[in-house]
């Protein structure tokens, strides 16, 4: 008994050059699933979102430079190289999110677990989860508070 017939394998080009990835499982569906994946696709790029400045605002600077950092190791810089000029996409900041909770939350009861053993292992590796699931907490917080900076400025204009 087969409980898929046809494979499904979803692809995510993450070079915009190549953005003409959609999904293999779309190949399968109907026009309107096409569609509304293309959408998705569409939306969750960034590439929707007009080219102007991002304001910054005083919370932002002060969480600009964890945010920045964490993009350059996480090997994901901006064109222009800082998070000032580039609005977060809305696929980072739901990526940022999830591993500030996956990542910092086990993190955390891992260090203090080490910490109550004194056991040197655990509280080394508490403390990288817990310094990641930070900068990506950070991160989902600026990009998220550069959304609401964005949609409060198109409400003035």
């Known amino acids: 008994m087969m409980l898929w017939p046809r494979p499904v394998i979803v692809v995510v080009a993450l070079n915009e050059a190549s953005y003409a990835c959609c999904a293999a ?17 569409e939306r969750m790029s960034g590439r929707l979102t007009p080219p ?7 919370i932002q600077l002060m969480l600009l430079p964890i945010a920045d950092l964490f993009m350059i190791l996480m ?5 222009g190289g800082s998070l000032r000029t580039a ?9 940022a999110g999830a591993v500030a909770v996956l990542v910092g939350v086990p993190a955390a009861v ?6 109550a053993g004194l056991q040197p292992l655990p509280i080394a590796i508490g403390l990288v ?18 959304r609401i900076l964005i949609a409060a400025r198109q409400e003035t204009t």
């Open 75 to 79: 090997y994901s810089r901006p064109p």
């Open 129 to 146: 989860g817990m310094a990641v699931g930070l900068g990506a907490g950070i991160l989902a917080v600026f990009g998220v508070r550069q």
């Open 110 to 115: 891992l260090l203090v677990h080490g910490v």
């Open 87 to 95: 609005r977060v996409t809305l696929m980072t900041i739901w990526l």
């Open 25 to 41: 499982a779309a190949r399968y569906g109907s026009e309107m699933w096409r569609q509304r994946l293309r959408q998705f696709m």
């Open 52 to 58: 102007e400045v991002t304001p910054v605002d005083r």
